[in-house]
């Protein structure tokens, strides 16, 4: 198994990038299609973005497509979300989550470990 721990998130204004960071524990990191997933106030989580195992293939939720990328480092056990021109509408607590699954689901139910999130805020 695998413990996501999200970092990065922060505080920005409209049009600034961020870069948050997953760091998994277990050395089973890539056995693992990764997922990010946010949570406006007052909204439901909503998939952002999955990276399957070896990171030959991504697939982003329409809002960011264009804006965000997501990569990652298996060496590292660490998955990035690269956020550029950011909106307020993305402000939200952002989760990284593992899935054992095949392909790059946006399901949420179909990830197995989650971290705790990290707020992001974007002011206009």
């Known amino acids: 198994q695998v413990q996501p721990v999200e970092s990065g998130g922060g505080l920005v204004q409209a049009g600034d990038s961020l870069r948050l960071s997953c760091a998994a524990s277990?050395?089973?990191?890539?056995?693992?299609?990764m997922g990010w997933f946010r949570r406006a106030p007052r909204k439901e989580r909503e998939f952002v973005g999955a990276?399957?195992?070896?990171?030959?293939?991504?697939n982003y939720a329409d809002s960011v497509k264009g804006r965000f990328t997501i990569a990652r480092d298996n060496a590292k056990n660490t998955v990035y979300l690269q956020m550029n021109s950011l909106k307020p509408e993305d402000t939200a607590v952002y989760y990284c989550?593992?899935?054992?699954?095949?392909?790059?689901?946006?399901?949420?139910?179909?990830?197995?470990?989650w971290g705790q999130g990290t707020q992001v805020t974007v002011s206009s």
């Open positions: 277990g050395r089973t990191f890539s056995n693992y299609a």
């Open positions: 989550a593992a899935s054992s699954r095949l392909g790059l689901s946006r399901l949420s139910s179909e990830y197995d470990y």
């Open positions: 990276i399957t195992r070896s990171g030959a293939s991504r």
